[in-house]
T-cell receptor
């Protein structure tokens, strides 16, 4: 199993540009989530999904969109990039889905995004 | 705002010594999880402890949970250079949201 994969690993954007961070998992996990990690801080939840077609907001959703058309993929879209979105983004997946976070989360390697 | 807070923020120990870090949280939880992050890498799950459990072990790791004090501790015994990393506690506030603390940075000196 590849686990959780994320692309790209690094990205530089200009203010106002849009882009999509890709996340895929091959463990048939129902629950998937996106976090951002800023220096000196823990991870903050952006959006999560408990199954295909079901998404919801986390702690810091503004400026980001998600969709979940398949169990495997959970892309994160930046609508109009701002310097405040410079961060490291992690995708994670877990069993549970509608049953909730009853199990551990598996994390991808992260995407380092810089917005100029 | 972050639910959990780790203490201390940083810890430096000699190889072979034990390392203890604590996590305090504010509201009731379903479970509490500990993760490790090596520099520049993703997070790796260490232990999940449920709200009705008091202690769990995994290899050289021991986690305790005191729901009355809203706190947890992670003990790493006989530390190795490879244990150098940041350690995060994460609390499941409800069924679908996990809240992370800012982490404890552990340095193990040879």
């Amino acid at each position: 199993n590849a686990g959780v994969t994320q692309t790209p690993k690094f990205q530089v954007l200009k203010t106002g540009q849009s882009m999509t961070l890709q996340c895929a998992q091959d463990m048939n996990h129902e629950y998937m989530s996106w976090y951002r990690q800023d220096p000196g801080m823990g991870l903050r939840l952006i959006h999560y999904s408990v199954g295909a077609g079901i998404t919801d907001q986390g702690e810091v959703p503004n400026g980001y969109n998600v969709s979940r058309s398949t169990t495997e993929d959970f892309p994160l879209r930046l609508l109009s990039a701002a310097p405040s979105q410079t961060s490291v983004y992690f995708c994670a997946s877990s069993r549970g889905g509608l049953a909730g976070l009853t199990d551990t989360q598996y994390f991808g390697p992260g995407t380092r995004l810089t917005v100029l | 705002s972050q639910q959990g807070e780790e203490d201390p923020q940083a810890l430096s120990i000699q190889e072979g010594e034990n390392a203890t870090m604590n996590c305090s949280y504010k509201t009731s939880i379903n479970n509490l999880q500990w993760y490790r992050q090596n520099s520049g890498r993703g997070l790796v799950h260490l232990i999940l402890i449920r709200s009705n459990e008091r202690e769990k072990h995994s290899g050289r790791l021991r986690v305790t949970l005191d729901t009355s004090k809203k706190s947890s501790s992670l003990l790493i015994t006989a530390s190795r250079a490879a244990d150098t990393a940041s350690y995060f506690c994460a609390t499941a506030l409800n069924d679908y949201k996990l809240s992370f603390g800012a982490g404890t940075t552990v340095t193990v000196r040879a």
